[in-house]
Nanobody, 120 residues
């Protein structure tokens, strides 16, 4: 079993910054892709950013140039640096990690979510 623990959410004014962290631990051989998603009230969960095992990144268009995803492979951690935050970024942010275990090539796990609130 793999456990994901997120941290770093909070309340910030528009234009401010936050850094989210997600630590993966447990029975995994390798960590493949690491992703961030978010879910605003009354809306479906949406993908925000991905970083692959070799460091390639992709972003939702609305966060390009403001958010940066990174990872520390030695610590099995993924980060989301969020700058120039806007009220529309308000959501619960979730990390999702795809790992290889002794029995499965690709298994996805989700974190519990961390609230990000941006005030105008």
């Amino acid at each position: 079993q793999v456990r994901l623990v997120e941290s770093g959410g909070g309340l910030v004014q528009a234009g401010g910054s936050l850094r989210l962290s997600c630590a993966a631990s447990g029975s995994m051989l390798t960590v493949n892709s690491m992703k961030w998603y978010r879910q605003a009230p009354g809306k479906q969960r949406e993908w925000v950013a991905t970083i692959t095992s070799d460091g390639n990144t992709n972003y939702l268009d609305s966060v390009k140039g403001r958010f940066t995803i990174s990872r520390d492979n030695a610590k099995n951690m993924v980060y989301l640096q969020m700058n120039s935050l806007k009220p529309e970024d308000t959501a619960v942010y979730y990390c999702k990690v795809v790992v290889r275990t002794t029995t499965s090539i690709n298994v996805a796990y989700w974190g519990q979510g961390t609230q990000v609130t941006v005030s105008s």
